[in-house]
C-alpha cells in the first residue's frame, strides 16, 4: 500500500499563489506515476495534471496550463503542485493520486484524502 498526505492548502485571494505537498509513504514512491485531481463542491472530481515516475513527462489540464506547476523531490518521497495566479474557480478540494496514467479518476489506485483550496474574489 501506498499512503499519500496532502498538505499546503487555505485561503489565498485570487491572483495569489499556494504550493500543495503530497507526502508518500508505505512502498517505492519513485516507481509511481503521480496526479493532482480536484473537486468543487458538487462536482465530479477532475484531473489537473499529472507526472511521470521519473518527473520527465508533465501533462496539464488546459484550465491549470501556464499557471501551476507539478514538480517531485524522489529523495523526501513527496510531490508539489505549484498554483500561481490563482483565480477564484481554483477553488476546489485537491486530491493527490498515484497508480496510474489517465486523466480519469478511476484510472487511479491510492488517494491522499484531499486539501482544500479556496480563492477569494
Known amino acids: 500500500q501506498l499512503q499519500l498526505v496532502e498538505s499546503g492548502g487555505g485561503l489565498v485571494q485570487a491572483g495569489g499563489s499556494l504550493r500543495l505537498s503530497c507526502a508518500a509513504s508505505?512502498?517505492?514512491?519513485?516507481?509511481?506515476?503521480m496526479a493532482w485531481f480536484r473537486q468543487a463542491p458538487g462536482k465530479e472530481r477532475v484531473f489537473v495534471v499529472r507526472?511521470?515516475?521519473?518527473?520527465?513527462?508533465?501533462y496539464y489540464a488546459d484550465s491549470v496550463k501556464g499557471r501551476f506547476t507539478i514538480s517531485r523531490d524522489n529523495d523526501k518521497n513527496t510531490v508539489y503542485l505549484q498554483m500561481n495566479s490563482l483565480k477564484s474557480e481554483d477553488t476546489a478540494v485537491y486530491y493527490c493520486?498515484?497508480?496510474?496514467?489517465?486523466?480519469?479518476?478511476?484510472?487511479?489506485?491510492?488517494w491522499g484524502q484531499g486539501t482544500q483550496v479556496t480563492v477569494s474574489s
Open positions: 493520486a498515484a497508480g496510474g496514467w489517465g486523466m480519469s479518476p478511476h484510472e487511479y489506485t491510492y
Open positions: 508505505g512502498r517505492t514512491f519513485s516507481g509511481y506515476n
Open positions: 507526472d511521470s515516475w521519473r518527473g520527465s513527462s508533465k
